[in-house]
């Protein structure tokens, strides 16, 4: 963090502020508001988001950005202004002493890799989800950041809205039963939702840094495309699992506590989006959570259909067995749902095929166990909440790791949350690709044979 103003003053061996306010008062001025000093690496889709939701905190500004493609580079200062430092080589931003923070926005293979680094350098991190591309990589991020002892926030930003938040408050407080079931459908029928992102005409070698773009991924011949659309890609992605499911087993981990799925299988295809990429479109994935705490186990089941042309209703929801939570945009629907004392009995069933004799005796014997207002189902309570007006998930992760940062405090989604977050996803890419249940021992952060 800054030197607060006094020091400044100081160090500039000022004797008194107002002799030197007039050319450094916005420098003073931001030194005087403490703001936390941001960089961000990768400045595409998302790192624009965060940068702009990180500073409509107003607990930062940005000094600096590298990304790889200087289209992005020179968007950068158009955008946040010609005084951001902006360069290709990320390691130029680790080792500026006025970077507090840094947001790591680069696709999933350079995650584990600029964390660390970055970390070493001092430096606080956000790195964007997934926390790791493979499972083995999590174990170091953590040490790494535990070594460090810096805050690091993983980016599954909408568990710090309103929904989520009230989600966790009604699942704590009873008000679904016992969960037994969570879904979520994710389907999309439309080219850009299915990762063919636009690649501007500008794109060659000599606008973007290809050989830094590969890092650990296996070298090959320059191609734009994989540039722009690497989530196709397992070299540098993690397929629809870690760029979508990651959000729901995040959700859901903070909502019920849990540490994550004992056992992960997912199964799925290449359908339609056959443009070289060497992912599922088509993927479906079913994940088993033991018991833990005071919830029963339940079981999981996700999907992605980028080819569906039916009709697409996607739904997100935590069933228990009083009620269940349907999740919507930024609102949720909770209804409850609870079933009386008595079974019945009647048509469609055994009683009707019991002799006249069995079925009086057997209806004095219901009527003697089940009084009357044991026998109708509680009325069906439908609550929905709407998240309030200008909540803001984005911003108030930020506002969360910036506090982290501020106040030295655990912050919502640390590197040990975001990787066991991560690792289920990841697990499904293990299971569809080697075609096997994976067994994983959540609490211990290992994989079981
Ligand atoms: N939290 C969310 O809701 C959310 C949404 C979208 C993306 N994401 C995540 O954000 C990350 C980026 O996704 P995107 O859609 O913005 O991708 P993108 O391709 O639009 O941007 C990635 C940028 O990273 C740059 N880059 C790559 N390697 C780099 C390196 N070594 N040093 C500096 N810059 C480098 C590239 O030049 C590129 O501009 C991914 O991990 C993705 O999963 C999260």
């Not at 584990?112 to 990589?137: F, T, W």
């Not at 989600?167 to 969960?179: T, Y």
């Not at 991924?217 to 540098?236: E, G, Q, S, T």
Request: charge should be positive; charged fraction near 25%.
């Amino acid at each position: 963090m800054k030197t607060n103003r006094r020091d400044f003053v100081k160090q500039l061996g000022i004797v008194s502020a107002s002799t030197a306010a007039v050319p450094h008062f916005n420098i003073i001025k931001s030194l005087n508001d403490n703001k936390i000093r941001i960089a961000t690496i990768g400045m595409g889709i998302q790192g624009f988001q965060d940068t702009k939701a990180a500073l409509r905190t107003d607990m930062c500004e940005l000094v600096a950005a590298a990304d790889l493609y200087d289209g992005r580079l020179a968007h950068v200062k158009e955008t946040f202004g010609n005084h951001v430092f902006t360069t290709r080589d990320y390691r130029e931003v680790l080792e500026r002493k006025d970077v507090d923070a840094v947001l790591i926005v680069t696709p999933d293979h350079w995650h584990d890799r600029i964390s660390m680094a970055a970390l070493k350098k001092g430096k606080h991190v956000y790195c964007e989800k997934p926390m790791v591309q493979n499972i083995e990589e999590g174990a170091a991020v953590i040490a790494a950041a535990k070594a460090a002892g810096k805050v690091m926030q993983v980016g599954s930003q909408r568990i710090s809205g309103a929904a989520f938040q009230e989600a966790k408050r009604l699942v704590e407080a009873g008000d679904i039963g016992n969960i037994n079931f969570i879904e979520s459908t994710n389907d999309r029928f439309n080219a850009i939702g299915a990762w063919q992102y636009s690649i501007p005409t500008d794109a060659s070698p000599k606008t973007i840094d290809w050989e830094t773009f590969l890092g650990d991924a296996p070298k090959r011949a320059f191609d734009p495309v994989r540039f722009f659309r690497w989530r196709n890609y397992r070299d540098y992605g993690t397929g629809v699992a870690g760029d979508l499911f990651v959000h729901l087993i995040t959700g859901v981990h903070f909502v019920t506590g849990s540490l994550g799925p004992s056992r992960i299988y997912s199964s799925g295809q290449l359908s339609y989006w056959k443009d070289g990429r060497d992912v599922p479109d088509v993927m479906v994935a079913s994940m088993e959570y033991p018991a833990q705490g005071k919830f029963d186990a339940f079981q999981m089941v996700l999907r992605v259909n980028f080819a569906n042309a039916g009709s697409i209703k996607n739904v997100t929801r935590i069933v228990g067995n009083e009620g269940e939570i349907t999740f919507g945009g930024d609102s949720l629907t909770l209804t409850k749902r609870k079933l009386p004392a008595a079974p019945g009995y009647g048509n469609g069933e055994s009683f009707g095929t019991f002799s006249d004799a069995q079925q009086k005796e057997y209806l004095a014997a219901y009527d003697a166990k089940y009084p009357a207002d044991s026998r109708t189902p509680e009325p069906v309570k439908e609550v929905k909440f709407d998240a309030p007006q200008g909540d803001d998930a984005h911003k108030n992760h930020f506002a969360n790791f910036f506090e982290g940062i501020k106040d030295n405090k655990p912050v919502i989604e640390g590197p040990l949350f975001g990787f066991r977050a991560a690792a289920p996803v990841l697990a499904c890419n293990k299971s569809y690709f080697e075609k096997k249940v994976v067994k994983w021992d959540a609490k211990n952060l290992k994989l079981l044979p």
